[in-house]
């Protein structure tokens, strides 16, 4: 589709795929602590399914594309309802891809919804 997944996944885990805590270092100072969250880009970015490492989280183009070849690829596995994409709508809210009715539409980034990790070829 479009050729941003993979830059748009790399960037979401770089900037946004942290737990970060602020932790006493001695009497008077702290010190941030960073953790790993498991956030839809992580989770398919670190994805070795099936013995492949490339998989990413897909931006709303190819979501769409998907959905709109899914009778042709089969339905195998494909929840009826909203997946995340890669692409942001802004700082609270990402796109996601309806596959109960096609619709593409905004959700804030803390909610849960299905994820579709994707590789290229």
């Known amino acids: 589709a479009d050729g941003f997944g993979m830059a748009n996944t790399k ?30 880009a992580r989770l398919c970015l670190e994805s070795n399914y099936n013995g492949y490492n490339d998989w990413y989280l897909p931006t709303k183009a190819e979501l769409n594309l998907i959905y709109l070849i899914r009778d042709k690829i089969g339905y195998w596995g494909f929840a009826n309802g909203s997946y995340w ?29 299905s994820v579709r990790a994707v590789r290229a070829f």
């Open 11 to 40: 960037k979401i885990v770089e900037l946004a795929s942290w737990f970060v805590k602020e932790v006493k270092d001695g009497w008077f100072s702290t010190k941030q602590v960073k953790t790993p969250a498991p956030t839809a």
């Open 85 to 113: 994409s890669s692409a942001e709508y802004n700082d609270y809210y990402a796109w996601l891809q309806s596959f109960s009715n096609g619709v593409q539409n905004t959700s804030g980034k803390d909610t849960k919804y």
